[in-house]
T-cell receptor, first 111, second 111 residues
Framework: DQQVKQNSPSLSVQEGRISILNCDYT??????FLWYKKYPAEGPTFLIS?????DKNEDGRFTVFLNKSAKHLSLHIVPSQPGDSAVYFC??????????FGTGTRLTVIP | GAGVSQSPRYKVAKRGQDVALRCDPI?????LFWYQQALGQGPEFLTY????????KSGLPSDRFFAERPEGSVSTLKIQRTQQEDSAVYLC?????????FGEGSRLTVL
């Protein structure tokens, strides 16, 4: 049973525009959420995170929004750059316990 | 090195062979996780250590899979009598509190 879901397997965006990647979860005990970025033949690299006590966290071009009532989070990338093309994984955890991952969204930024 | 190191990066095994995959976590990281990532899927949790204690092994798919971390540092994931469905990338991650950092993975192909 998938506790973290990314329903869009792929997304294409023009360079300079906004990319919005979505993630839904089912377990209300999750208190920390993370986004990882993965290039082919590499391990996932941490991108940005948010605690459940917040509803927004921003780091440069990347912003994560959390809507706890809807059990939904999203990653916004503005402006999108070709180097952002990768697979993005949403993950959630309770405390320092194991991470539950979504199935990923492949982002392609078109120059 | 500064990151999580995994070896071998690539392993080809004949069906029925035993394999051992090694993970060198970041020095001082208490938590260590193993994940299995099949093609086109997100990482699936296998097992979790806190220091040398294996706190959760609920994700191990069968009793052919065994993991250990005897001194609370290096960990080994062993797969006995490999089957074709074991073919995947095996990811190791370590963390101190949150924001698990991943290694590059070990790609196992079972022929």
């Amino acid at each position: 049973d998938q506790q973290v879901k990314q329903n869009s397997p792929s997304l294409s965006v023009q360079e300079g525009r906004i990319s919005i990647l979505n993630c839904d979860y089912t377990n209300s005990m999750f208190d920390y959420f993370l986004w990882y970025k993965k290039y082919p033949a590499e391990g996932p690299t941490f991108l940005i995170s948010i605690s459940s006590i917040k509803d927004k966290n921003e780091d440069g071009r990347f912003t994560v929004f959390l809507n706890k009532s809807a059990k939904h989070l999203s990653l916004h990338i503005v402006p999108s750059q070709p180097g952002d093309s990768a697979v993005y994984f949403c993950a959630a955890q309770t405390g320092a316990n194991n991470l539950f991952f979504g199935t990923g969204t492949r982002l392609t930024v078109i120059p | 090195g500064a990151g999580v190191s995994q070896s071998p990066r690539y392993k080809v095994a004949k069906r029925g062979q035993d394999v051992a995959l090694r993970c060198d976590p970041i020095s001082g990281h208490v938590s260590l996780f193993w994940y299995q990532q099949a093609l086109g899927q997100g990482p699936e949790f296998l097992t979790y250590f806190q220091n040398e204690a294996q706190l959760d092994k609920s994700g191990l798919p069968s009793d052919r899979f065994f993991a250990e971390r005897p001194e609370g540092s290096v960990s080994t994931l062993k797969i006995q009598r490999t089957q074709q469905e074991d073919s995947a990338v095996y990811l190791c991650a370590s963390s101190l509190y949150a924001r698990a950092q991943f290694g590059e993975g070990s790609r196992l192909t079972v022929l």
